[in-house]
């Protein structure tokens, strides 16, 4: 941890895992790019509504910021934003391949898009390598961040759509060959979203052709993630990140959660995006006050939460593809022993796993560590080299079911 993570304080500092990349402002509300009125947003998903280019893309790269419809929760069209970033030269017989990359927490609150950033291009691990392979990069932003609507936070059918979209979406930009082979790669929320997004695949964008998923401590166990954080300083961030976020999305009634004390410090806890180390500070200092009993109930014990986690459980569908999963061992938000576990039932599953732990690889920067062996790993994929698998390894080692 830097000078700026140290500086924050005991406890303090735990939270600065939550994010990646330099200190900015905060970004401002969304301007006119990313609003669309109802009759723009076309009916079938993964549509282009608009682009126009981004600067700071890699030497001889075109980036564009792109607004593109995809499937509400209710099956109703949405508009979502996202970036597309597109190798110079010729691309190869077939277009280019494709890597969606599917980013970590950067808040709830509507202005968090990591395309609103100055530098929207800075924060996707191993962009130039990825660029210099020859493959378009995509990074949707997800709904609610930078478009109109409640963020569906970790709530994984709309995090997979999203991904899946936007790489329809860039293979309808103009003047650009771009093929239907993709992987899908992610960090934390972005390793949850890559899940859902190789699950979902086969049936929602049967014309793409998904050859890998990865993923950088993945949010798998969200019932087990939320009991192990909320006791600490990261946790005074996630769960009111979730719990104000799945009180609007699936209609559950927060107060039902959250003690009235603690209602405005939720609010203002929500307020706040974490994507730079400034903006982690000034919400680890408006969750302060939460301290450790600002819930009536573990959400995983009411039913209405407990049905929500289950079906945002990563893990409950085959994603027929190649899979790798890295994770740290001091990872304090993102524990090992539930990856392993997560892994391990895949596993079981008939999945082909790939497990690399990194030892004493905590969360914060985790994806930008990892991304040169994450770039190999997805180059052996398009080039049909066989997979490995780590999965008679982490059979042996796991414990018997009960």
């Not at 898009?113 to 378009?136: E, F, K, Q, T």
Request: aromatic fraction near 8%; charged fraction near 15%.
């Amino acid at each position: 941890m830097n000078g700026r993570g140290r500086a924050v304080g005991k406890g303090v500092g735990l939270v600065i895992v939550l994010v990646l990349g330099s200190c900015v402002f905060t970004p401002s509300a969304p301007g006119p790019f990313y609003q669309a009125a109802g009759g723009e947003i076309p009916r079938a998903p993964g549509q282009v509504i608009r682009h126009e280019p981004v600067s700071g893309a890699p030497a001889g790269a075109q980036a564009y910021r792109v607004l593109y419809s995809s499937t509400g929760l209710h099956g109703e069209p949405i508009a979502v934003s996202g970036l597309v970033i597109i190798p110079g030269g010729p691309p190869p017989s077939g277009g280019w391949d494709v890597v969606a990359w599917a980013h970590s927490t950067t808040g709830v609150a509507v202005n968090c898009a990591p395309s609103l950033r100055d530098r929207p291009l800075a924060n996707i691990p191993g962009l130039a390598r990825l660029v210099s392979r020859g493959y378009v990069v995509t990074a949707t932003d997800y709904p609610g961040l930078g478009t109109a609507g409640a963020h569906p936070y970790l709530v994984g059918v709309s995090e997979g759509r999203a991904v899946l979209d936007l790489v329809r979406a860039a293979r309808r930009l103009p003047g650009e060959s771009i093929g239907a082979r993709f992987v899908v790669w992610g960090h934390s929320q972005g390793g949850h979203a890559a899940f859902f997004a190789g699950e979902l695949a086969s049936s929602y964008a049967p014309e793409l052709a998904l050859a890998g998923v990865g993923a950088v401590a993945p949010a798998t166990d969200l019932a087990a993630l939320l009991d192990d954080d909320i006791a600490s300083p990261a946790g005074r961030v996630l769960v009111p990140f979730a719990v104000w976020s799945w009180s609007r999305v699936y209609d559950s009634p927060i107060d039902s959660l959250v003690k009235p004390s603690a209602m405005a410090t939720v609010n203002e806890v929500a307020a706040g995006c974490v994507e730079t180390y400034g903006e982690v500070f000034h919400v680890a200092l408006d969750a302060e006050p939460l301290g450790r009993h600002f819930l009536y109930h573990d959400p995983d014990s009411l039913a209405q939460w407990h049905e929500r986690f289950e079906e945002n459980r990563p893990g409950q569908r085959r994603t027929a593809a190649p899979i790798y999963i890295t994770q740290g061992t001091a990872d304090a938000i993102v524990r090992e022993a539930v990856t392993v576990a997560f892994a391990t039932q895949l596993c079981r599953q008939g999945e082909q796993v790939r497990y690399v732990p990194v030892k004493g690889l905590e969360h914060m920067g985790a994806a930008v560590e990892v991304a040169p062996a994450v770039v190999n790993w997805i180059y052996d994929r398009f080039a049909g080299n066989p997979a490995s698998s780590d999965c008679a390894e982490l059979l042996k080692d796991a414990k018997p079911r009960s």
